[in-house]
T-cell receptor, first 112, second 119 residues
Framework: DAKTTQPNSMESNEEEPVHLPCNHSTISGTDYIHWYRQLPSQGPEYVIH???SNVNNRMASLAIAEDRKSSTLILHRATLRDAAVYYCILRGANFGNEKLTFGTGTRLTIIP | GAVVSQHPSRVICKSGTSVKIECRSL??????MFWYRQFPKQSLMLMAT?????????EQGVEKDKFLINHASLTLSTLTVTSAHPEDSSFYICSARGSSTFIAKNIQYFGAGTRLSVL
């Protein structure tokens, strides 16, 4: 499986934007970039995913580098409820028994 | 969004007993379900993948006779931890993915997890 590299932890002030980086230099041409987050004592929650173009949804934006070797998850205005571990995961394109391989993620702390 | 219900949320049992955890997709048909385990301060580790009506595929190092998985319907999968021991104490999480015709087929939806404590 292609691997991703994320900082272990980040801090951000409440109500400010947060940029969470992810490096995936060995990404293949058909790998999707997925982001999930896990709040304390809960199961992971889907955030966003993309292939080549930048993506926006109600939770966040995903900026994908032109060479696809890195991406950035953007939370436009962090709240205390965004404090979680954020996982950047590569997932193959073929629909089948593909699985998500979780790394250590980035623990995001929001400062009030 | 799609909802996955996992039950129970917490269970405490004596060593040697078996524990069953249920995972249900509430508003979609889940052709594939996944079971993960997470130890404190660690990431999620995939234990097995199950497709409805067929045997589960276990990850290397996961004992299939100890962690029995049943995926008898498109909305229900169960994980039974047989003869549980203290080292099996962990946070167990299921996830489900819809069929190829599901609008969000590329997304896995996770349950809230089950915290198992074996005394």
């Amino acid at each position: 499986d292609a691997k991703t590299t994320q900082p272990n932890s980040m801090e951000s002030n409440e109500e400010e934007p947060v940029h969470l980086p992810c490096n995936h230099s060995t990404i293949s041409g058909t790998d999707y970039i997925h982001w999930y987050r896990q709040l304390p004592s809960q199961g992971p929650e889907y955030v966003i995913h993309g292939l080549t173009s930048n993506v926006n949804n109600r939770m966040a934006s995903l900026a994908i580098a032109e060479d696809r070797k890195s991406s950035t998850l953007i939370l436009h205005r962090a709240t205390l409820r965004d404090a979680a571990v954020y996982y950047c995961i590569l997932r193959g394109a073929n629909f089948g028994n593909e699985k998500l391989t979780f790394g250590t993620g980035t623990r995001l702390t929001i400062i009030p | 969004g799609a909802v996955v219900s996992q039950h129970p949320s917490r269970v405490i049992c004596k060593s040697g007993t078996s524990v069953k955890i249920e995972c249900r997709s509430l508003d979609f048909q889940a052709t594939t379900m996944f079971w993960y385990r997470q130890f404190p301060k660690q990431s999620l580790m995939l234990m097995a993948t199950s497709n409805e009506g067929s045997k589960a595929t276990y990850e290397q190092g996961v004992e299939k006779d100890k962690f029995l998985i049943n995926h008898a319907s498109l909305t229900l999968s169960t994980l039974t931890v047989t003869s549980a021991h203290p080292e099996d104490s962990s946070f167990y999480i299921c996830s489900a993915r819809g069929s190829s015709t599901f609008i969000a087929k590329n997304i896995q939806y996770f349950g809230a997890g089950t915290r198992l404590s074996v005394l």
